[in-house]
């Protein structure tokens, strides 16, 4: 956008399903009518190993092709006199932030001064665009810090969306009833120092994108890099992205089919940047065309990152990654795990450890006296690599089944 200072297991069986992840590689991107300027009103796929435009989805010229429906009003607006003006246009405003649901085929996103949560449905045959009737949030639309200019679906299938200020983490439901949840202000990091996440130098705008593991990344438009738990809000700084020229202002992130970010500028149009999370270190996307590589307030794909380091079987989607219990850090660095049963009932519970073939490596019974209990538990020396962690009841029944990474 113009000032854009601005858990896997059951979600991602249905990411090669829709009509978008059928052409493998794909994103859409926010950008301009024409290439270098900075009006945020069209939406084009791009192929995500190269940055190149492949398809414009939407602009003005494609407009009249599109249906709108009004879940306020409980009617089609589609009609000549309301598809013309500003207000029924649906990125009249530009567009701050997008989240693609492959589940469902819908690109979820929201206005530059707009609170609105509206989609385009992917699955109508001849274009249609749909306005909720419920807003993001409810704060001072015309007030830059509560701009939501990040946004994208989570690895539990949930949509998130976050205000620049990042004072408001909202959750949304993707299904037929559409539930907004505002989880609240994200929390700083305990080695966050002067780098917060609540600074509008150096931490607002930017975009989201989604992990395996359930966990949120925000790269803000000042190229820093934060790793949310959207359970316990904590937003931890990983550091400042590095390579990237002196102009480059990353404003749009999303993830390619191999598991890697890549990163869009709004004002940079001659290439893309792979970024490495692990080392923070960015590269250019070499092999694209810059003629058709455009300048983008946002990315939206339907991949997650660390999305290829093996999925463990036969896991009830229903408890997984859920609101019950909270687990971090994760991934483990120091092999001690905390975890806070935040709605946990008091009773009797067994605390299960599995490798990747499901071998039981730690088992222990604890006794849970009542909501935000928090257990301290030393893993034993495991190998790094990837874990099964469960909370089961005396009548066996799982109550939280997640994977962590133990490094």
Known sequence: MKNKILPLIAFSAVLFSSALQAQQNRAFAVTSDVKGTFFWNSIREIDLSSGEVTKTFYDKSLHPKFEIVSHYKATD??????????????????????????????????????????????????????????????????????????????????????????????????????????????????????????????????????????????????????????????????????????????NGMAVDA?????????TFATNYFRLNIGTLEASPVKNGNSDIIFNASDLASSYLLYQNRGIPAKITPEVLGNEMVSVFPNPVANKVLTVKFDKIPAGKYNLTLLDASGKGVLARSLVINGFGQVER???????????????????????????????
């Open 77 to 250: 607006v589609s009609n000549t006199a309301s598809r013309g003006s500003m207000k029924m246009m649906p990125m009249a405003e530009g567009v701050a932030a997008t989240a693609f649901d492959a589940k469902h085929n819908r690109l979820y996103y929201t206005t530059m001064r707009g609170t609105e949560l509206r989609y385009f449905d992917l699955n109508s045959p001849s274009g249609k665009i749909v306005y909720h009737d419920i807003p993001l949030f409810t704060g001072n639309r015309l007030d830059e810090a509560n701009v939501i200019t990040r946004m994208t679906i989570g690895a539990d299938g949930a949509g998130y969306a976050l205000t620049n200020d990042g004072k408001n983490l909202i959750r949304f439901s993707t299904d037929q009833k559409t539930v907004i949840t505002n989880l609240g202000e994200l929390v700083d990091g305990k080695n966050n120092g002067s780098i917060s996440v609540h600074n509008l130098c150096s931490s607002w705008g930017g975009d989201m994108v989604g992990d395996a593991y359930g966990n949120l990344y925000l790269v803000s438009m000042r190229n820093h890099l934060f790793k949310i738990n959207p359970q316990t809000r904590i937003a931890d700084h990983l550091g400042l992205i590095k390579g990237l020229p002196a102009d480059f202002t990353s």
């Open 258 to 266: 191999d598991g890697n970010a890549l990163l869009s500028s709004a």
């Open 377 to 407: 538990i030393n893993l034993p020396k495991t190998a790094s690599g990837m874990y099964m962690l469960k909370l089961t009841g005396d009548s066996r029944k799982e109550f939280y089944n997640n994977k962590i990474v133990v490094q």
